[in-house]
């Protein structure tokens, strides 16, 4: 069974960025995550990864018609 929840760790993998980058989309509120524990150890619920990722491919659509159509211009 997969894991509900994944460390800063397992993001920076999936997503293949530095610890300081997931560190900043979750302090930012970006990628929505919880503390965990005395030591407040983030822990992001993968399902909440996954929207992220579903909105990062629909912000770079657009973006991309966006840029397509100021090119045409």
Known sequence: MASRFLTLA????????????????????????????????????????ESYIQRMYEQTR???TSDAGDASA
Do not use: F, K
Not at 14 to 25: D, G, K, T
């Open 10 to 49: 397992d993001v920076t993998e999936i997503l293949n960025i530095s610890a300081p980058q997931a560190y900043a989309l979750v302090r930012s509120g970006e990628l929505p995550a919880i503390q965990i524990g005395g030591r407040g150890i983030w822990r992001v619920e993968a399902t909440e990864l």
């Open 62 to 64: 657009a973006r991309a």
